[in-house]
């Protein structure tokens, strides 16, 4: 369920940008439909009205694209959990705000500008490829518009486009924030790390006496109790029980697979980096000196690059363009080039070769077999959710309808750390969570496409767990407990030792870290690492405590970010770009959000309230 609100989440972000667009373009009018509330405005800002039929379209798009994207319906009531009609209005009234100040100001676009956007726009184009007036005329009449509405709307948009391009450009980052912004981000630092464990204790841990059990578990009674339970009796109607007996079209089996061919059957593939130059010239003299005996990793390092920033993955020939063949007729790891690429002169590295690679039809026919008659379960349990609602609706029991074919009943004593099969189901989990006892069971739509129906019977409240039945947990968790804060004291000593003097390889295994950038990550080690290695004067030591991990941590050196290089100047460059991108859209949003003000924003309710009640 988390990754289907991330995705939905993401799916509206695109879907709103676009929206934008559309607006700011003044091409929004295609594939609208008519609401009976023509003639009325959800809003006015200064002069200008949002009239209602756009928002309705507006918001219908939106609805969509966001079930064309998710494969499932979205609905405005589910749209309005989001806020998105909120975001569509805004978007509406900022663009209603930039034309009313485009018309205070006299702002406009000549009847040029208004023919070259016709001209470019490929829903206009004929036969021939080109702008063709018949079809211009015929796309409006399939959209309800009329040239003359749209060329005033399309002259607008420009207008609008005109005033933000004003308002937003010209903006350059200043030189000290880029610096600043550049030295935080590329600075690198190198320490050792030590793990400290049980093995590095001066003295063992003493076994725990009875008093020490029993103070802990006062302590910690919450830990061991019993969660709270809830008796559920259910009737499920899933996929797996249903899909083992519907029939297999091989025909279909066999179109899956010609579907998918890409999965079953991939082309030779090489593991290859890209090192990218300014010049020919450069890539040459690099070339050269590879070819002398240097490495290529020292070339890509000297650049103020990681090797991430050259990994390409594994590619096939064709994903590699011009630089494809002679890549690929390497046939051992090595460096070609320089080889044109679409970002200019560059030296490959091929570090691998991964062969062409086949599955044939039957080594995953009954794979394939399987997701079919999964796929077709799903639509049988959608087809017979009509007539299983009616038998409830009937005053069916629970265990009525589990007399229905394939429906299985079920109890559990639910809690939030069930492990059942069913209770794996999020929307099974959340209806668990909610039921009433009394309540009347109704089917739940489970992520499978199957179905549910559940009754609550009661309810066991949580409760301690006796210390006698409790006593292997406890002793498992004193001694975790115990073991930490040893191990918290021993690294303590260590790090003290270290800080006067002592080589940190005196006390065990090191794992040095040469140089390391503030987002790297180092195996085996806590994220905070390197968070911590940041905050560190060079030379120092400190402890890294977690729950599950302990060591030490020494500062060896701080490199700090080159400043002339080709790779700086390239890394400078753009996140001057990213800034002045960043100073650009607050001062549009700003700009938008003043002149909005001035004009003054009225709000009409009773209309928004009267469109939305017309979408489903």
Same mark, same amino acid.
């Given at each position: 369920m988390a990754e289907g609100k991330k995705r939905v989440n993401k799916v509206m972000s695109v879907a709103v940008w676009m929206l934008v667009a559309m607006l700011i373009l003044g091409l929004g009018g295609f594939g609208v439909t008519n609401f009976s509330t023509t003639g009325q405005s959800i809003a006015t800002v200064g002069d200008e009205d949002v009239d209602a039929n756009t928002y309705a379209n507006a918001l219908q798009q939106q609805l969509q694209g966001i079930s064309q994207q998710t494969g499932q319906a979205f609905t405005l009531a589910q749209a309005r959990q989001f806020g998105l009609d909120a975001q569509v209005r805004q978007q509406l009234i900022s663009s209603a705000a930039l034309s009313n100040e485009a018309r205070r100001i006299g702002l406009s676009v000549g009847d040029s500008a208004v023919a070259e956007e016709l001209r470019q726009n490929q829903s206009f184009?004929?036969?021939?490829?080109?702008?063709d007036r018949d079809?211009?005329?015929?796309?409006? =009449?399939? %959209?309800?518009? %009329?040239? $003359?509405?749209?060329?005033?709307?399309l002259r607008d948009g420009l207008a609008r486009s005109l005033l933000v391009g004003a308002v937003s450009g010209g903006f350059t980052a200043p030189q000290a924030v880029t610096d600043a912004l550049y030295g935080y981000i590329a600075e690198r630092r190198g320490f050792s790390l030590l793990q400290v464990t049980e093995a590095d204790l001066e003295q063992p841990l003493p076994a725990p006496s009875d008093e020490d059990l029993r103070a802990y578990y006062d302590a910690h009674s919450a830990d061991f109790a019993a969660p709270e339970t809830r008796q559920i009796t259910y009737a499920a109607l899933l996929p797996e029980t249903v899909a083992p007996a519907l029939p297999v079209d091989e025909a279909a089996l066999r179109n899956l697979y010609d579907q998918r061919i890409d999965e079953f059957v991939q082309p030779e593939r090489r593991l290859v980096e890209r090192l990218v130059f300014p010049d020919e010239a450069a890539a040459e003299a690099a070339k050269a000196r590879i070819d002398a005996g240097e490495s290529f990793d020292a070339i890509v390092a000297e650049r103020g690059l990681e090797l991430a920033d050259a990994d390409l993955g594994d590619v096939a020939i064709e994903d590699l363009g011009p630089a494809g063949d002679a890549v690929f007729a390497l046939e051992e790891p090595g460096v070609v080039g320089p080889l044109d690429s679409t970002l200019g002169p560059a030296l490959f590295r091929m570090n691998g070769i991964l062969s062409e690679h086949e599955v044939p039809f039957e080594e995953v026919r009954d794979d394939l077999a399987t997701e079919f008659q999964f796929d077709a379960a799903r639509r049988a349990i959608a087809d017979r959710r009509d007539t299983l609602d009616d038998v409830l609706a009937g005053g069916a029991t629970v265990e009525d309808l589990a007399e229905q074919p394939d429906v299985t009943l079920g109890t559990l004593e639910y809690s939030e %750390?069930?492990?059942?099969?069913? $209770?794996?189901?999020?929307?099974? =989990?959340?209806?668990?969570?909610?039921?009433?006892?009394?309540?009347?069971p109704e089917l739940v739509t489970l992520d499978d496409g199957g179905l549910v129906a559940l009754r609550l019977d009661g309810i066991k409240p949580a409760a301690p767990v006796p210390f006698e039945e409790a006593r292997d947990r406890v002793a498992e968790a004193w001694r975790a407990d115990a073991l930490n804060r040893a191990l918290a004291e021993r690294a303590e000593q260590i790090r003290q030792a270290v800080q006067d003097g002592a080589p940190l390889a005196d006390f065990g295994n090191v794992n040095v870290t040469e140089q390391i950038a503030r987002d790297g990550t180092i195996a085996s080690a806590p994220p905070q690492t390197v968070q911590t290695a940041f905050k560190m004067e060079e030379g120092a030591a400190q402890v890294i405590e977690t729950p599950n991990w302990v060591g030490v941590l020494r500062l060896d050196s701080i490199e700090t970010a080159d400043q002339d290089g080709e790779g700086a100047q390239a890394l400078k460059a753009q996140l001057a770009a990213q800034l002045e991108g960043a100073l650009a859209n607050d001062a549009r949003q700003l700009y938008t959000q003043a002149i909005a003000d001035n004009a003054g924003v009225s709000i009409n309710q009773t209309v928004i309230d009267a469109v939305h009640a017309q979408i489903p």
């Open positions: 184009f004929g036969t021939s490829g080109q702008f079809t211009y005329d015929l796309v409006l =009449r399939q %959209n309800g518009l %009329n040239p $003359a509405t749209y060329e005033a709307d %750390n069930s492990d059942d099969v069913i $209770a794996g189901y999020p929307a099974f =989990r959340q209806a668990a969570e909610d039921a009433q006892e009394g309540d009347f």
